[in-house]
């Protein structure tokens, strides 16, 4: 069996060149993709659709050859699993209701996981299609950026409001913390024991809090969550991505259940590399750079991969690709990935 290098560098192995994956590789970008939403009808019929998620899943690995596949599903999935209605309006982002701010909505009451059978249907479909030696990273929102799209109904500019939520309900919103922390350990060892190889924890919403508020309602259940998957799954690696923590990626290193940390966009490379070296780092390009194209992307991916020679980095973005990004620069950040 050939190990993906992409796990090998999730355990400490440096490889060369880098592993490479990208986030939303699966989307709006790509033809291919735009034609099988067509044909799914809504976004959540295509997460729900076995056959066609896997299909998108696989795509950008057709055309690209990435070393790793991302199952396609969406962090908000949750939600749902906790009663609440999700809907994509056109245009509009995410809907849920009834938004928990200003109603009595109790996330613990009405639990069903049925609902997330089609997407480890999926995961299964994409394993036994995909090579031995490519990655399937499952993935999960950690609770806090969750509860964000929970308690405002809705995608939100800042977290003004859900940290006042916060500290006003402090009863309901650490109970709706961790009843996220039971459905995703469920759900995670779910997409494990259906073929997933590798997990990522997408905290979307780190930036921009006070530091305790970060270790705790952030950090800490995350934590929590990939320990217990462990238990169940000791070989599964994880990788946290806390977008926008600042100095605070520091106490993520210092957490010995991740055994990545994915940089965003604004996170100095050559400062995680002196200080994040506990972890394998991936990640960091301005996706901006990629939507751009030219000369500033070519330089720029050219000092990332230099910035992390001789270490297991995985090359990704800081953040996902823009709907817009022409698919012919993305071939041609892969082949100075791979040059
Ligand atoms: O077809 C479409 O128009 C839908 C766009 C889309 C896609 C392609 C959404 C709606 N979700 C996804 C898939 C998705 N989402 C993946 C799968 C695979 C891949 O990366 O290729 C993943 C990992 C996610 C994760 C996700 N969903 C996050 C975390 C990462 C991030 O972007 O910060 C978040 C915050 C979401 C919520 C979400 N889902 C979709 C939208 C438009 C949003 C953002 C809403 C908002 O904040 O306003």
Redo the contacts with the bound molecule.
């Keep these: 069996m050939r190990e993906a290098n992409f796990l090998k560098a999730l355990r400490g192995k440096a490889c060369h060149p880098h592993p490479a994956w990208?986030?939303?590789?699966?989307?709006?970008y790509l033809p291919e993709?735009r034609a099988v939403?067509e044909k799914a009808g809504s976004?959540l019929d295509?997460c729900f659709s076995s056959e066609l998620a896997a299909e998108v899943?696989l795509q950008?690995i057709r055309r690209y050859d990435l070393d790793a596949a991302?199952?396609?599903?969406?962090?908000?999935l949750m939600p749902m699993v906790l009663g609440q209605d999700l809907a994509?309006e056109k245009g509009e982002?995410?809907r849920l209701s009834p938004a928990l701010g200003d109603s009595t909505f109790d996330p613990a009451a009405a639990r069903n996981m049925d609902i997330v059978a089609p997407v480890y249907e999926t995961v299964k479909r994409v394993r036994s299609e995909l090579a031995e030696d490519k990655a399937l990273i499952g993935?999960a929102?950690a609770p806090w950026?969750v509860a964000t799209?929970m308690i405002a109904g809705?995608?939100?500019k800042d977290t003004a409001a859900l940290r006042r939520f916060a500290y006003e309900q402090p009863e309901r919103f650490a109970a709706l913390i961790a009843a996220l922390e039971d459905v995703t350990i469920d759900y995670l060892c779910g997409q494990v024991e259906a073929g997933a190889d590798a997990l990522?924890l997408?905290e979307?919403w780190a930036s921009g809090l006070p530091a305790d508020f970060v270790r705790q309602w952030c950090l800490a259940p995350a934590a929590r969550i990939a320990s217990a998957v462990k238990k169940r799954h000791p070989e599964v690696p994880v990788i946290a991505?806390p977008?926008g923590a600042g100095s605070l990626y520091l106490d993520f290193a210092k957490e010995p259940v991740f055994d990545g940390l994915s940089l965003g966009t604004e996170v100095d490379p050559h400062w995680a590399k002196e200080n994040l070296s506990a972890k394998t780092l991936q990640g960091g390009l301005d996706p901006l750079l990629v939507a751009a194209g030219g000369e500033e992307m070519r330089s720029a991916a050219r000092r990332l991969k230099d910035t992390f020679a001789g270490t297991p980095y995985i090359f990704n973005l800081g953040?996902?690709f823009v709907?817009d990004t022409p698919p012919e620069n993305v071939a041609e950040l892969v082949s100075i990935i791979r040059e």
């Design positions: 990208f986030m939303r590789q699966a989307g709006r993709y939403r976004f295509l899943t950008p991302i199952l396609f599903a969406d962090i908000l994509f982002g995410p993935f929102g950026t799209y809705r995608g939100v990522q997408f979307s991505f977008k953040h996902g709907p």
